[in-house]
């Protein structure tokens, strides 16, 4: 079945530090890549996507790329600011799944603090 | 503005209640889903619905139910046979099976 692997959690960095939180995925098809990012008591928002291997997903200063040969999605931003404390999920959604099996799969979700 | 609206914000009731949690999207999209979320936990599915009238269950439907009979509505009950209630839910629809979801803001639901 399809699995999202996130880096354990939780991340602390000082503001305008250099961010990277892993995404690895399994899948049985052709996935479509996501991140959401979720601010405390609020729901998730999603930050950005990318269909297709090598697409560049970015929104907000960050940015994710499609990376088939090491099926691997990590977030990345240059300059995190203290607004970017929240947690951070990765999903997929895989376009070859059978019937019943074309949902969202999550990770467990990274838990981000920037300090200023 | 279109989006996904949940109510209430928070929800309290007494164990042994039944108690629906609304969810209404006027995103005009044709699919619709409840997630579970627990402290410090990722999402969990509860049911789906691809299309007006009819829906599925997802990784933990026990004690739970939904309806969809409007395409812009998808309520969602929690029974007694729930054992473990208290948590945060969440509402999410989509244009299609394949396409990115988007979530409303939650409802905090606490039984005692």
């Known amino acids: 079945g399809n699995s999202v692997t996130q880096m354990e959690g939780p991340v602390t960095l000082s503001e305008e530090a250099f961010l990277t939180i892993n995404c690895t995925y399994t899948a049985t098809g052709y996935p479509s890549l996501f991140w959401y990012v979720q601010y405390p008591g609020e729901g998730l928002q999603l930050l950005l996507k990318a269909t297709k291997a090598d697409d560049k997903g970015s929104n907000k200063g960050f940015e994710a790329t499609y990376r088939k040969e090491t099926t691997s999605f990590h977030l990345e931003k240059g300059s995190v600011q203290v607004s970017d404390s929240a947690v951070y999920f990765c999903?997929?959604?895989?376009?070859?799944?059978?019937?019943?099996?074309?949902?969202?799969?999550f990770g467990t979700g990274t838990r981000l603090t920037i300090i200023p | 503005d279109g989006g996904i609206t949940q109510s209430p914000k928070y929800l309290f009731r007494k164990e042994g209640q039944n108690v629906t949690l609304s969810c209404e999207q006027n995103l005009n999209h044709d699919a619709m889903y409840w997630y579970r979320q627990d402290p410090g936990q990722g999402l969990r599915l509860l049911y789906y619905?691809?299309?007006?009238?009819?829906?599925q269950k997802g990784d933990i439907a026990e004690g739970y139910s939904v309806s969809r009979e409007k395409k812009e509505s998808f309520p969602l009950t929690v029974t007694s046979a729930q054992k473990n209630p208290t948590a945060f839910y969440l509402c999410?629809?989509?244009?299609?099976?394949?396409?990115?979801?988007?979530f409303g803001p939650g409802t905090r639901l606490t039984v005692t």
């Open positions: 619905s691809q299309i007006v009238n009819d829906f």
């Open positions: 999903a997929l959604s895989d376009r070859g799944a059978a019937f019943g099996n074309e949902k969202l799969t």
């Open positions: 999410a629809s989509s244009k299609g099976r394949y396409y990115e979801q988007y």
